[in-house]
């Protein structure tokens, strides 16, 4: 059957049900996935999506940090208009958060190629799918891991020394699941992501399109609470440096902090390592993640400073030493408006409700929008429920997702947000 004649009942049918097949890699008993970068389940989903991408003509590469790239070339030497997110999870998480972003790609980079053979039509640029490595963060700190390397805020040689809790590194990860390639992936024009809300807004106000215009502003801390170990029976009170002690302080200082700049502040802490970890011993040392999100980055700033003087009194409350190194952060800087615009033209062309929105949550295109102009797009969020199982997104919002990307991604190919670079053809 000619492309043309495909209806969209049966588009939206091929949607749903190469997302029933890549929710079943990691697919936990709630409904939702487990999938860290380059875990088992990982690699396996990983596998899936070349096998897709290769059966429809798609020429699959990795670059050096594993992000997986599906080039579909016309124009040999030209850049490519880039689609994507990332298929890995938290653990325990939630199946759409990333991977709907990397199928939406997918299937919207197959419409425009058949239509555009079917046409015999050559666009100005060639079209990649992405599956970035390591978005989340979960198994190899910082986030957004393979994105920063590809726009070139993090070198590559630090993201593959990165290790684990265990002491497995980045290199020895992709190495061990075939995913260690060579190069900096395919030179980009533009890029164009969609992804779950992860927020009330939409799924509230009914509005099935969230035109991303900013990310709030961020700052992410590794925190170590240097303590010494000792007994937990015998040790006198006074004689006790308990770097747990000092680590409790600061989940609550993290509270304080939200509480202080409410509503406009986000924090928490969300990893506690404890060593040693034994239920008769003080603890000797303990890691924490904090990070601060705010819409107002004089706020982040304010927070910042807040949180170096609490450190100061809980070093000296809890007789511990407190390192503190900034992980990971970002301004508020915004998307580029005339994507913004083309985006909100091609929902009302569509008939699709939309509304203008800013990003709590950190996504690649915030790494890649700095280097090429980005499309950021939402759908809704069941509830706003994310990284958690009973995440959940209507079938009838996710086939309008990739509907508005298809059409987002078509005009991007013949020039629309230009960028100024020498195309080199």
């Not at 928490?268 to 000797?284: D, I, T």
Request: proline letters at 4%.
């Amino acid at each position: 059957m000619r492309f043309s004649e495909l209806t969209k009942d049966q588009l939206d049918a091929e949607v749903l049900a190469d997302f029933t097949a890549m929710s079943t890699f990691g697919a936990t008993p709630a409904g939702g996935v487990d999938r860290e970068a380059m875990t088992s389940a990982d690699v396996a989903q990983r596998q899936w999506f070349a096998d897709w991408l290769t059966e429809r003509g798609f020429t699959v590469e990795l670059d050096r940090v594993g992000n997986q790239f599906g080039l579909l070339t016309w124009t040999p030497g030209a850049p490519y208009v880039l689609l994507g997110s990332h298929l890995d999870s938290q653990p325990l998480g939630g199946k759409f958060d990333g991977a709907y972003g990397v199928l939406a790609a997918a299937e919207a980079a197959w419409r425009l190629v058949r239509r555009h053979q079917e046409a015999g039509h050559t666009p100005k640029y060639n079209i990649a799918v992405v599956n970035w490595f390591n978005e989340e963060g979960s198994r190899f700190q910082p986030s957004m891991m393979g994105s920063s390397v590809y726009t070139g805020k993090m070198d590559a040689d630090t993201a593959l020394k990165t290790i684990d809790r265990t002491g497995v590194s980045v290199a020895e990860a992709l190495e061990a699941g075939g995913a260690l390639g060579t190069g900096e992936g395919p030179q980009a024009a533009a890029y164009a992501e969609i992804h779950i809300e992860q927020g009330r807004h939409l799924d509230e106000e009914g509005v099935t399109i969230g035109l991303v215009e900013a990310t709030w502003a961020a700052q992410k801390y590794h925190l170590i609470v240097h303590g010494d170990q000792s007994h937990t029976g015998s040790t006198v009170i006074a004689d006790r440096h308990d770097a747990l002690l000092g680590a409790a302080h600061l989940v609550v200082t993290a509270r304080e902090i939200a509480e202080r700049f409410a509503p406009d502040m986000h924090t928490s802490v969300g990893q506690l390592v404890v060593l040693p970890n034994s239920p008769v011993v003080v603890a000797r040392e303990a890691r924490l993640h904090l990070d601060m999100r705010s819409p107002r980055p004089e706020l982040v700033e304010q927070a910042d400073a807040m949180l170096a003087e609490r450190i100061a009194e809980i070093e000296r409350l809890a007789d511990v030493r407190i390192e503190k190194d900034t992980a990971h952060s970002w301004g508020l800087l915004p998307y580029d408006p005339r994507g913004v615009d083309l985006a909100r033209e091609v929902a009302e062309e569509l008939g699709l409700s939309h509304r203008r929105i800013l990003t709590i949550a950190g996504h690649d295109s915030t790494n890649v929008k700095d280097i090429v102009p980005s499309v950021m797009l939402f759908v809704p969020s069941v509830d706003g429920i994310s990284h958690n199982e009973h995440e959940f997104t209507r079938d009838e919002d996710l086939c309008a997702g990739v509907d508005l990307l298809t059409r987002v991604a078509e005009r991007l190919l013949e020039g629309e947000l230009d960028p100024s670079i020498d195309i080199g053809f």
